[in-house]
């Protein structure tokens, strides 16, 4: 079995030793199957699909897996739907489907099959008819006769046991944080939130439940769509996401409850993975939208078979493994900006995306497939060792081994896409480091829904802007700094000042 080493701190961090890398052609012919992990990319899964774009509250469009940091015995989960949620967006706001089935899957013995399935479903509540109004007047309290329309929830887990499928219901019916209307409306939010949240015993262990509106975690700059950051890396630094709300689900559940026969210390390791199925008028429902890592189905999946991808499970994956031997990405960049793509087929992919990584969070006797997986035992980084760049940074318990709300998964992606594990040492990056607000310390940890009231929800530069000192910067302010960093970082990357063939920026 061949090993890559990549240079020290990538993926060899000196405080927790070496975690080797190993090339794709030992480890299929050892599992014998070859299956899907995506490459990086530049965008999460929003409106990633022709099918799914016409459908937002199907459309998954992160999910996130982490030791609890306040509660290290757990682990908790989020997903999230409803992508590009305008906070003014009334009438009628925002609200999960109620002819769905919201599914986050654990998969905790590597078979690519799920074990677990939290599942989710919500029912409309009107008050009157005879308002166009989705509150009223002041809302103190999600019971405040104010609040015109709500949802309640039923969350149940369904146990795999082989012959079997059992149920436990483990919220019967529960109300969910609204659509942050504005602050005369909700003059206090927080509080909504707080009430939304829930404990629930399940054999005497507190499980903590959460479902309602909150500000898209995901940061990123989404013109990459347009010649990859305008062509010339002139269009990087804009949070494209800073503003928007989406619908989330998060569960935090002891970790124990997920590990095989509950065993965290012997089966440390899940893959995690979302879908959301839809009901028909025949009355059978059919899966619309699948989620695990992050990046996949917008720039690796090709059009053809996108909506194929979202109808799929990870059992499957070995129909798409040449999007990911042989990525589009690389070549992309190679035509726009001369670097020249790494060597296909990129085995350097296979474990950090298909297998998990060796030594890291990858299960025995693994099956390929694509999930989000996570070790249940890599210890909490504090506070002074974490890093946004997670294991490439130094930072075990970072992406790929599970995902945190603040990392850098786009950052992480454009590096290792550009050869990061293979000695093409590069900081490329989108020039968006962190979120636009913060998140919470407790559970959900996600942070509050932009609200309906804020006249700019949607500041152009996110970060950068904060960074700079002054909200009324131009953007070309904001972004030229941003830039030049990303043009004089792609010339090192290319390893010669004429290989980098882009527009001058005027600015």
């Known amino acids: 079995m061949n090993s890559i080493t990549p240079p020290s701190p990538r993926w060899a961090p000196s405080r927790r030793g070496v975690v080797a890398i190993t090339a794709a052609g030992g480890m299929l012919a050892s599992v014998g199957l070859a299956g899907l992990g995506p490459v990086g990319a530049s965008a999460s899964s929003h409106r990633e699909a022709p099918l799914i774009a016409g ?57 690519a099959k799920p074990e677990i399935t939290y599942r989710w479903t919500f029912k409309d509540h009107y008050r009157s008819g005879d308002t166009f109004l989705y509150a009223n007047g002041e809302v103190d309290s999600l019971r405040d006769e104010n609040l015109n329309y709500y949802q309640t929830y039923r969350l149940v887990r369904l146990k795999d046991k082989g012959n079997r499928i059992k149920k436990k219901v483990l919220v019967k019916s529960r109300r969910v944080a609204p659509s942050n209307v504005g602050e005369a409306t909700m003059p206090n939010y927080e509080a909504l939130r707080d009430e939304a949240t829930t404990e629930v015993q399940v054999r005497g262990k507190t499980l903590r439940s959460f479902a309602g509106q909150a500000e898209d975690p995901f940061f990123l700059d989404l013109r990459v769509f347009d010649l990859l950051y305008g062509g010339d890396f002139s269009e990087s630094g804009d949070d494209t996401l800073a503003g928007f709300n989406v619908n989330s689900v998060a569960l935090q559940v002891p970790r124990r409850q997920l590990a095989k026969k509950k065993k965290v210390q012997r089966n440390p390791i899940v893959g995690i993975w979302s879908t959301t199925d839809r009901r028909g008028v025949d009355g059978s429902y059919r899966q619309v939208s699948r989620l695990g890592m992050p990046l996949v189905n917008e720039v690796v999946i090709p059009v053809k078979d996108k909506d194929k991808f979202n109808a799929s499970s990870p059992a499957g994956d070995g129909q798409f493994l040449d999007y990911v031997t042989k990525p589009e990405l690389p070549k992309l960049i190679e035509a726009v900006y001369g670097i020249e793509a790494p060597e296909e087929p990129r085995n350097d992919l296979v474990q950090v995306f298909l297998t998990g990584v060796e030594g890291l969070n990858q299960p025995r006797n693994v099956t390929p497939s694509e999930q989000l997986r996570l070790n249940m035992t890599t210890p909490i980084t504090s506070d002074a060792e974490k890093s946004r760049l997670g294991v490439i940074g130094g930072d075990n318990q970072g992406f790929p081994n599970g995902r945190r709300l603040d990392d850098d998964v786009i950052d992480i992606a454009l590096q290792v896409v550009e050869g990061e594990l293979v000695g093409n040492e590069n900081d490329l990056s989108d020039g968006v480091d962190q979120n636009d607000v913060d998140f919470s310390g407790t559970f959900p940890y996600l942070a509050l829904p932009a609200s309906g009231s804020d006249p700019n929800p949607h500041p152009g530069g996110g970060p950068v802007a904060k960074q700079s000192g002054s909200s009324e910067q131009s953007m070309t302010e904001q972004v030229a700094p941003a830039s030049a960093l990303a043009i004089g970082l792609l010339a090192m990357g290319a390893g010669a000042a004429g290989m980098v063939r882009r527009r001058r920026a005027t600015s």
Do not use: C, H, M
């Not at 509660?71 to 949620?85: C, D, E, I, Q, Y």
């Not at 769905?100 to 013995?109: E, L």
């Open 55 to 111: 459908a937002p509250q199907y459309d998954t469009t992160d999910v996130y897996a982490f030791r609890s940091p306040d509660r290290k015995n757990a682990v908790t989960l989020v997903a999230n739907w409803l992508p590009f949620s305008e906070p003014a967006g009334g009438p009628n706001f925002y609200s999960f489907a109620t002819d769905a089935r919201y599914n986050v899957k654990i998969d905790n013995d590597g078979d």
